[in-house]
């Protein structure tokens, strides 16, 4: 399957809204992978199918966790946090996708992990910063994007945190792995 697959077969499976941020993302992504030097066409890939699984059936999303061995933290953390890893199996076993640096940006997208590599950072970013987002502090983290992948990465996932403790929502322990890295690499 090449591109314009790709882009048919997310574009079935999403409202219309939802494909023109993917669409951006793939743009986004593309542009930074371009910037740090790392390989375009697997960020191309990556950020089309990124959210192939964000409209998936909760229930069937966490049968394929049970199923076939997924990390057991995602069951009861609803669609949200299901659809990076489900979408990464989907990519894997239903469209044929071998490699491991697309899969794992699609799966950890969301939650972002500890030891994340630089096309994981690219893609998480991408999906917060694509030109379609919109919230306060959008344009500050935009302002950082060409000026360093760990750094405006750091601010990203930093930016993420505060907003969900600040609302009140539960943070994911990869989440917080996650952060906790980026200071421990800070550290050393
Ligand atoms: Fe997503
Ligand atoms: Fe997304």
């Known amino acids: 399957m090449e591109r314009t ?25 593309k542009a930074m ?39 057991a933290r995602l069951l009861g953390w609803g669609s949200e946090l299901l659809h990076g890893p489900v979408g990464a199996w989907v990519a894997q076993h239903e469209l ?3 490699n491991e640096a697309i899969l794992h940006a699609m799966c950890y997208h969301t939650t972002g992990r500890a030891n994340m590599s630089n096309l994981e950072k690219i893609l998480y970013v ?14 500050d983290l935009r302002q950082m994007m ?29 989440s917080i792995e996650c952060y906790n890295d980026i200071q421990s690499s800070e550290r050393n």
């Open 33 to 71: 992978a371009a910037h740090y030097g790392e390989d375009v066409a697997a960020a191309e890939t990556a950020a089309i199918l990124h959210d192939l699984a964000k409209y998936a059936d909760v229930a069937w999303m966490e049968q394929i966790v049970r199923d076939h061995g997924l990390d």
């Open 126 to 139: 991408a999906d917060m910063l694509e030109p379609n987002r919109r919230f306060p502090g959008v344009d």
């Open 146 to 174: 060409y000026d360093g992948l760990n750094e405006v990465f750091e601010a990203c996932v930093k930016h993420s945190l505060i907003h969900l403790i600040s609302s009140g929502i539960a943070v994911f322990p990869q």
């Open 5 to 29: 697959d790709y882009l048919a077969y997310v574009k079935a499976r999403m409202p219309e809204k939802r494909y023109i941020h993917t669409l951006g993302v793939e743009q986004t992504a």
């Open 96 to 98: 044929g996708i071998t």
